[in-house]
């Protein structure tokens, strides 16, 4: 091999290291882009439901851990945003547990749209709460180690539990020197678990000198029997952000009335049982995804200033997309009572 022959050889040689590494070394960022605006009678389907001439949409962020080409990327452009892992998983959370943990809450966010649109269009719906379902648990912390993702605490020393508040009232009732019995069921098998206090790790930015067993981001187990049954389909979609949107289309299929009045309307926002519209991070890149899906109205929570973000976005992108601040279902519902037929 001749000396020009070996040079060329090294450049490239040196050429494929470097983009292996841009493109494999992963960094301690995620990257967060926008998503897509997904039409959601095609994942929900209530029994006997009613048709309508437009379209509710969820929209989505993509989230994937950041190598160096996508760091720099993010750093010249602005729907592109970079989040410290920490702020993403939870300390020593593998990636499973992660996604299953955003699974767990699409779930709860489902549940408490479907109460909020039955109750709101007068159907028969049962609502029993059942418990409190670990999400998280914090490494080194007493429950590390004897309680595990998925156990379902129904007890705090003999006292029944049925849903978070209740939970975390109990537990912040006792001090460091204390130990506490819980009651909970794994894989169908009840049993009970003893566990003492620990302050919180500096990460967790909890008052001084206060204690806890462990767990993180609890959430009531509740089971909902509706007439007319309904059937929810999301596949891998996690996370709460969608609940405000599965819940007005499901109230658009329980009613008669067609209430996207042949709109594209897409949204985002959480929702608890009371029909109260949460912040959700991500707003202007879900402003960016609803605006290339054709979206014509956005419902934006007001909390946590989501809504201001998503008009900023809006006139940056110069979307003719209407952008409506909401704080409740029934601030969705009354926009809605009120816009003309298309």
Request: proline share 3%.
């Amino acid at each position: 091999m001749n000396r020009s022959t070996k040079k060329f050889t090294y450049v490239w040689a040196i050429i494929i290291v470097l983009v292996a590494a841009f493109t494999f070394i992963d960094l301690p960022y995620y990257v967060t882009t926008p998503g897509e605006a997904r039409v959601l009678d095609e994942v929900i389907n209530v029994d006997g439901g009613s048709q309508d001439g437009g379209e509710f949409m969820l929209t989505t962020v993509r989230v994937g851990e950041a190598n160096v080409i996508q760091y720099i990327w993010a750093q010249f452009n602005e729907y592109h945003e970079l989040i410290e892992e920490d702020l993403i998983k939870r300390e020593g959370e593998s990636d499973e547990e992660y996604h299953q943990r955003q699974l767990d809450v699409m779930a709860n966010s489902q549940t408490s749209a479907t109460i909020v649109a039955y109750q709101a269009a007068s159907k028969d719906i049962t609502i029993t709460k059942n418990g409190v379902l670990v999400t998280g648990i914090i490494e080194g912390m007493p429950a590390d180690g004897k309680l595990e993702l998925g156990d379902l605490i129904v007890e705090v020393d003999g006292e029944k539990v049925e849903e978070t508040e209740q939970l975390l009232e109990q537990l912040g009732s006792y001090e460091k020197s204390d130990t506490v019995n819980l009651t909970i069921k794994r894989e169908d098998k009840e049993m009970k678990v003893e566990l003492g206090f620990a302050e919180f790790p500096e990460a967790y930015n909890a008052e001084d000198g206060k204690v806890g067993v462990g767990i993180t981001g609890p959430v009531t187990a509740t089971t909902i029997e509706t007439d007319p049954s309904i059937k929810i389909n999301t596949d891998e979609i996690g996370g709460p952000s969608a609940g405000l949107m599965f819940s007005l289309e499901i109230y658009n299929q329980l009613t008669e009335e067609d209430w996207t009045k042949g709109y594209e309307i897409a949204g985002t926002g959480t929702i608890n049982d009371e029909g109260e519209v949460g912040p959700i991070g991500g707003i202007k890149q879900k402003i960016v995804a609803a605006d290339g899906s054709g979206a014509e109205i956005f419902f934006a929570p007001v909390a946590h200033s989501n809504y201001d973000d998503a008009l900023e976005a809006g006139k940056d992108i110069d979307t003719d997309m209407k952008i409506v601040p909401v704080e409740t279902f029934e601030d969705a519902r009354e926009y809605l009572k009120q816009l003309k037929e298309k």
